[in-house]
């Protein structure tokens, strides 16, 4: 270099093939493959790798910046500069690389299902105002090549505030627990625990027997709807305190009525979709616990009648929609249900018995003639036979303690229906 007088490389500016963008369209194989960048990546690691001469641009976004600091320092960019914009590149290249892996490990459908390291990325969104509390600070992050309908990909339509924390987390399990239903659905959720479900034949009807449920822990709420909503539904929305409700699109007249609240944050997923996979990811301190999402759904034709009274008709649709609802209480969870809407809710008690009495004293006396799932066995019969003082005639839980005789002869004693599903559904 120096004996043909070329003077040392000091910038570095490169733009990647657009793979994520090609992806996010559609693209088959062929074509997502010749939009993954080959040199680019080689040319931004070893500019970074070298940043202590080198300074690499990897954004339009840095543009502005980077010229201004040559400008003003005669053509030079300081230490801490090119170390920025170094991080910002190996970030750059770990996340294309994570996005080409999730495309195609997805789209050829190979690969391990939980590989020894688990490469993924997330996208800033925004900062949020705080997080669970507000000492706490927090974002909020998107999966790039998102297509399932959710709360992240939701457009918010209306609100003077952005979404919060704890809005994001009730508005995801408001939608999620509504698309379990192909009727009209309505969801109130408190604490990522539902208030109250209900099905109908219109959204409007369902959202107002969901709330009767119980209307007083509905303030404050979040609601979710699997239905556009209309002017109706919105004005009985707008006539409790909800902080933020979520639908699959609204109405012109239904948003004119929501935004006659201010506060309240309308947000708007799209249309709803069968899409449900992908994983249910936790995070414990210094790690992640990866499985399955939930999405087993109970086959009537599998249920196993396990007293000496078999279910009614009505008792068995009513027994499936509370095993429904009941996937999306906290553990340890009792839903009562009744007519396609549940009448009691009793959750994230440490024991069952004590679930089945909130439940119960929850249905302020709906709970007669109601279907009572359980998250989980019954590991005593004490919890059967409280269900029985709240006149519920039939349950449904998965089986398999060692007392399930006893249980079984709780149900007999109180000529309850109990059926047995062999399937759990805690959620914690």
């Given at each position: 270099m120096t004996e043909a007088g070329i003077s040392p490389i000091v910038l570095v500016v490169v733009n990647l093939y657009p793979f994520e963008e090609v992806a996010s369209k559609g693209a088959g194989v062929e074509e997502a493959i010749e939009n993954i960048d080959i040199g680019g990546p080689s040319l931004i690691r070893a500019a970074a790798k070298n940043h202590e001469s080198v300074a690499v641009v990897t954004s339009p976004a840095q543009y502005d910046a980077v010229i201004t600091e040559?400008?003003?320092?005669?053509?030079?960019?300081?230490?801490?500069?090119?170390?920025?914009?170094?991080?910002?590149?190996?970030?750059?290249?770990?996340?294309?690389?994570?996005?080409?892996?999730?495309?195609?490990?997805?789209l050829l459908g190979a690969g391990e299902k939980f590989p020894a390291v688990l490469p993924f990325t997330y996208r800033k969104v925004r900062d949020l105002r705080y997080g669970e509390n507000p000492h706490q600070q927090?974002?909020?992050?998107?999966?790039?090549?998102?297509?399932?309908?959710?709360?992240?990909?939701?457009?918010?339509?209306?609100?003077?505030k952005q979404l919060s924390f704890n809005n994001i987390l009730d508005l995801n399990d408001a939608l999620e627990l509504v698309r379990e239903f192909s009727q009209p659905a309505a969801a109130v959720i408190k604490h990522t625990n539902p208030c109250g479900v209900a099905i109908a034949d219109s959204i409007n009807n369902a959202y107002k027997?969901?709330?009767?449920?119980?209307?007083?822990?509905?303030?404050?709420?979040?609601?979710?709807?699997?239905?556009?909503?209309?002017?109706?539904t919105a004005e009985q929305?707008?006539?409790?305190?909800?902080?933020a409700v979520i639908a699959p699109g609204y109405t012109d007249d239904a948003i004119e009525v929501l935004k006659k609240k201010p506060n309240l944050r309308v947000m708007d997923s799209g249309p709803l979709s069968e899409v449900r996979g992908g994983f249910d990811?936790?995070?414990?301190?210094?790690?992640?616990?990866?499985?399955?999402r939930d999405v087993k759904q109970v086959e009537e034709d599998k249920l196993v009648?396990?007293?000496?009274?078999?279910?009614?008709?009505?008792?068995?649709?009513?027994?499936?929609?509370?095993w429904k609802v009941n996937r999306h209480v906290k553990s340890n969870a009792i839903v009562l249900a009744k007519d396609g809407r549940t009448t009691g809710i009793g959750a994230g008690q440490m024991s069952r018995v004590d679930a089945v009495k909130i439940a119960v004293e929850k249905s302020h006396g709906e709970s007669k003639g109601s279907a009572l799932a359980?998250?989980?066995?019954?590991?005593?019969?004490?919890?059967?036979?409280?269900?029985?003082?709240?006149?519920?005639?039939?349950?449904?839980?998965?089986?398999?303690?060692?007392?399930?005789?006893?249980?079984?002869?709780?149900?007999?004693e109180h000529n309850i229906a109990m059926v047995f599903t062999g399937i759990r559904c805690f959620k914690h």
């Amino acid at each position: 270099m120096t004996e043909a007088g070329i003077s040392p490389i000091v910038l570095v500016v490169v733009n990647l093939y657009p793979f994520e963008e090609v992806a996010s369209k559609g693209a088959g194989v062929e074509e997502a493959i010749e939009n993954i960048d080959i040199g680019g990546p080689s040319l931004i690691r070893a500019a970074a790798k070298n940043h202590e001469s080198v300074a690499v641009v990897t954004s339009p976004a840095q543009y502005d910046a980077v010229i201004t600091e040559l400008e003003e320092n005669k053509g030079e960019l300081s230490v801490k500069t090119r170390a920025n914009l170094a991080i910002s590149a190996f970030q750059y290249t770990s996340s294309y690389d994570a996005i080409i892996y999730d495309y195609l490990s997805r789209l050829l459908g190979a690969g391990e299902k939980f590989p020894a390291v688990l490469p993924f990325t997330y996208r800033k969104v925004r900062d949020l105002r705080y997080g669970e509390n507000p000492h706490q600070q927090a974002a909020f992050y998107r999966k790039p090549l998102l297509t399932e309908p959710s709360v992240t990909s939701a457009v918010q339509r209306h609100g003077v505030k952005q979404l919060s924390f704890n809005n994001i987390l009730d508005l995801n399990d408001a939608l999620e627990l509504v698309r379990e239903f192909s009727q009209p659905a309505a969801a109130v959720i408190k604490h990522t625990n539902p208030c109250g479900v209900a099905i109908a034949d219109s959204i409007n009807n369902a959202y107002k027997r969901a709330l009767g449920t119980d209307p007083t822990s509905a303030y404050g709420g979040v609601v979710g709807l699997n239905r556009v909503c209309d002017a109706f539904t919105a004005e009985q929305i707008t006539a409790t305190f909800i902080e933020a409700v979520i639908a699959p699109g609204y109405t012109d007249d239904a948003i004119e009525v929501l935004k006659k609240k201010p506060n309240l944050r309308v947000m708007d997923s799209g249309p709803l979709s069968e899409v449900r996979g992908g994983f249910d990811i936790k995070k414990v301190v210094g790690g992640l616990l990866v499985q399955d999402r939930d999405v087993k759904q109970v086959e009537e034709d599998k249920l196993v009648v396990k007293s000496k009274r078999a279910p009614t008709k009505q008792e068995l649709v009513d027994m499936i929609f509370a095993w429904k609802v009941n996937r999306h209480v906290k553990s340890n969870a009792i839903v009562l249900a009744k007519d396609g809407r549940t009448t009691g809710i009793g959750a994230g008690q440490m024991s069952r018995v004590d679930a089945v009495k909130i439940a119960v004293e929850k249905s302020h006396g709906e709970s007669k003639g109601s279907a009572l799932a359980s998250d989980a066995f019954f590991p005593f019969r004490d919890g059967v036979d409280e269900a029985a003082k709240g006149g519920v005639t039939a349950v449904i839980h998965p089986g398999g303690s060692i007392r399930d005789g006893e249980v079984i002869a709780s149900a007999d004693e109180h000529n309850i229906a109990m059926v047995f599903t062999g399937i759990r559904c805690f959620k914690h």
